[in-house]
């Protein structure tokens, strides 16, 4: 079974400091793996989109790493601000893009809270 | 903005009532997914329409049914509602045919709640 497992389960920083998510695959076959942010009562927003041939994608002050031979994939956040506070979900997608459904795979997210 | 807008925002209902939810996607957006996000979990995809035409389905009973119009909205139904069926309720539009690369853009969701 595809599963996502991403850690911590919550986090809690001051503004300004960096911090680091991480997310656990186990998706077969694997075609990509996205972040996205979801605040509260909203819908998620992708942050980055990494197939198998990329290790790091950035976006802004977001940095996402992709180890495709361990299955783990970590988030960066640089400088964190108010406004980060949201809850972070890793989707992994597999590898049947036959255009005959949409394959991904949810973490259940971690929820980071930055504080002055 | 994603563009992607979700009708009614909240929602309330009682056992074994149905209930139709509401989606407009971004003009030109071929493919509409629905997901159901119970609180504290991930997003788990119930199904996803491409042109009109079922594209997809997850693990999710009968009584949770859509729709596609050519106007690029949708709707998600649900029968004989359960009280698990409460959560945030999440559609998804891309541009392709749903493909594993599709950018998707959410709306805000609409949150149900079962009495």
């Known amino acids: 079974k595809n599963q996502v497992e991403q850690s911590p389960q919550s986090l809690i920083i001051l503004e300004g400091k960096n911090c680091t998510l991480q997310?656990?695959?186990?998706?077969?076959?694997?075609?990509?793996l996205r972040w996205y942010k979801q605040d509260t009562g909203r819908g998620p927003v992708s942050l980055t989109i990494?197939?198998?041939?990329?290790n790091t994608k950035s976006n802004g002050r977001y940095t996402a790493t992709l180890d495709a031979d361990t299955k783990q994939s970590s988030l960066h956040i640089t400088a964190s601000q108010l406004s980060d506070s949201a809850s972070y979900i890793c989707?992994?997608?597999?590898?049947?893009?036959?255009?005959?459904?949409?394959?991904?795979?949810f973490g259940t997210g971690t929820q980071l809270k930055v504080e002055l | 903005e994603t563009g992607v807008t979700q009708s009614p925002t909240h929602l309330i209902k009682t056992r074994g009532q149905q209930v139709t939810l509401r989606c407009s996607s971004q003009s030109g957006h071929n493919t509409v997914s629905w997901y159901q996000q119970a609180l504290g979990q991930g997003p788990q995809f119930i199904f996803q329409?491409?042109?009109?035409?079922?594209?997809g389905r997850g693990n999710f009973p009968p009584r949770f049914s859509g729709l596609q119009f050519p106007n690029y909205s949708s709707e998600l139904n649900v029968n004989a509602l359960e009280l698990d069926d409460s959560a945030l309720y999440l559609c998804?539009?891309?541009?392709?045919?749903?493909?594993?690369?599709?950018?998707?853009?959410f709306g805000p969701g609409t949150r149900l709640t079962v009495l």
């Open positions: 998804a539009s891309s541009l392709g045919r749903g493909g594993s690369t599709d950018t998707q853009y």
């Open positions: 997310c656990n695959y186990t998706v077969s076959p694997f075609s990509n």
């Open positions: 990494m197939t198998f041939s990329e």
């Open positions: 989707v992994v997608s597999d590898g049947f893009d036959t255009g005959g459904g949409n394959k991904l795979t």
């Open positions: 329409y491409y042109r009109e035409e079922e594209n």
